[in-house]
């Protein structure tokens, strides 16, 4: 790593959920965010979004970030004067937007392990072309880009979440298959992770409304956020993770249904037991902070219907190893 400073310019690392956060990769949500009436379906949302609401509670996320700290980069003014990302962003692949990009999207390009970052390969047509701007966003800042998921692989970021840096769990999903896993879990033994734990998680056939559609993504079901305590929505993993993550002696907090539907668990720590979750969730931030996490409360009543919550909109570049297991 200190050679990676020397030659890179800085110890680009995040194997972690809860070591203290230091700089993180969000992209800005633009028009893309409201497709056409007609779409909705094929984009899966309920309905189109308030677009300006949608810029305020993002730019009160960033406000948060950077009042904590962290220093906050953004992928629309790194490559300002390279692509005109809002122009991309409504007609790039297939002449689709990219609806789930801007805002709540930038974990699924991928992730950045101890030495630079990985490149994941998009699961739906209309997102295929966000690696190639994130990686041009990472090469901006100096970021070594380490590997690209290629071939039949398809890899997502929000199906990883980190117990610390030498145990991370890997979701198995509609956006996330066997091929690719089996890339990134190459690439990661590689960077010194030693215990890598799969889970399945459960789809959707035809019927993608809830609680029919199941989920996209591990981090819809289950986030760390603190030493030793994670949130879980038992009804979207199997029971034998549930047995894995108490014999490792983590406790669980069962967040209930009508807030897990909106993705109560894509919880973003700042720090181990301080977390930003939005304030749509109140039960669940009453069992959070019964448990002594400082939650960080946002409002994201707009930005949810766009399929993601905190996690789900952060790309973080850069954390403190954190606690160990």
């Not at 379906?41 to 009160?60: A, C, G, S, T």
């Not at 409504?90 to 390009?109: M, Q, S, T």
């Not at 760390?224 to 014999?247: K, N, S, T």
């Not at 919880?267 to 939005?278: M, Q, R, S, V, Y």
């Amino acid at each position: 790593m200190d050679e990676l400073e020397i030659i890179w310019g800085n110890r680009w690392g995040a194997q972690s959920e809860i070591g203290k956060l230091r700089e993180v990769l969000v992209i800005r949500p633009g028009d893309e965010v409201a497709p056409p009436e007609k779409d909705l379906v094929f984009y899966q949302f309920e309905k189109r979004v308030n677009v300006p609401k949608v810029k305020d509670e993002f730019e009160n996320l960033i406000e948060v970030l950077r009042r904590e700290g962290v220093k906050v980069y953004d992928i629309r003014e790194l490559l300002r004067d390279e692509i005109n990302i809002d122009d991309w962003m409504l007609r790039e692949p297939y002449g689709l937007p990219h609806a789930r990009f801007g805002g709540p999207g930038a974990r699924d390009v991928g992730l950045v392990i101890n030495g630079g970052a990985i490149i994941g390969r998009m699961s739906l047509p209309y997102r295929r072309g966000e690696e190639f701007v994130t990686m041009k966003a990472l090469a901006k800042l100096g970021v070594p880009i380490i590997y690209t998921v290629n071939g039949k692989g398809i890899f997502e970021g929000g199906n990883v979440v980190w117990l610390d840096p030498k145990h991370v769990v890997l979701g198995k999903s509609v956006r996330t298959n066997q091929e690719g896993i089996d890339q990134v879990s190459y690439i990661m033994r590689m960077a010194g992770v030693e215990e890598i734990y799969v889970v399945p998680i459960p789809g959707y056939l035809n019927n993608t409304e809830w609680p029919a559609g199941g989920f996209a993504h591990l981090d819809c079901v289950f986030g760390y956020v603190d030493d030793g305590l994670a949130v879980v929505y038992p009804a979207g993993v199997p029971y034998e993770f549930i047995e894995y993550l108490q014999d490792k002696e983590i406790n669980l907090i069962e967040v209930p249904p009508e807030e897990a539907r909106w993705l109560v668990c894509n919880t973003f720590a700042l720090e181990p037991g301080k977390i930003i979750l939005p304030r749509e969730f109140p039960e669940t931030i009453r069992l959070l902070e019964k448990e002594g996490v400082d939650v960080i409360e946002i409002p994201w009543e707009e930005t949810k219907i766009l399929g993601g919550g905190p996690h789900c909109s952060t790309f973080p570049l850069v954390r403190d190893p954190g606690p160990k297991l």
